[in-house]
């Protein structure tokens, strides 16, 4: 399996930028496909993001297509989640998601393993 630990929220600015990161183990990393979820106060877990085992596919929510942008490195186990022109509406607890799949799952019932989430917090 593989263990996921996200880091890299914070406070920021509307109109701002920040990048979050997940630092995966393991030796398999390059077999999971990886997901960037959120959850915002009251609100259910919403996909946001998501990129195939080697990169060549990436998904996103149409509320931060054009954004966000989802990458990963392999060769560090680590993906990243590049978020710019954020808005309030952003504010959630961020988690990275691994599922072994050759698709982009883009439900939270279709990722088996989770990080323990980041929190975002943008202020106007």
């Known amino acids: 399996q593989v263990q996921l630990v996200e880091s890299g929220g914070g406070f920021v600015q509307a109109g701002g930028s920040l990048r979050l990161s997940c630092a995966a183990s393991g030796r398999t990393f390059s077999v999971y496909a990886m997901g960037w979820f959120r959850q915002a106060p009251g609100k259910e877990r919403d996909f946001v993001a998501g990129?195939?085992?080697?990169?060549?596919?990436?998904y996103y929510a149409d509320s931060v297509k054009g954004r966000f942008t989802i990458s990963r490195d392999n060769a560090k186990n680590t993906v990243y989640l590049q978020m710019n022109s954020l808005n309030p509406e952003d504010t959630a607890v961020y988690y990275c998601a691994a599922d072994q799949s050759r698709r982009v799952p883009t439900r939270e019932s279709e990722y088996t393993y989770w990080g323990q989430g980041t929190q975002v917090t943008v202020s106007s």
């Open positions: 990129i195939s085992r080697g990169g060549a596919m990436t």
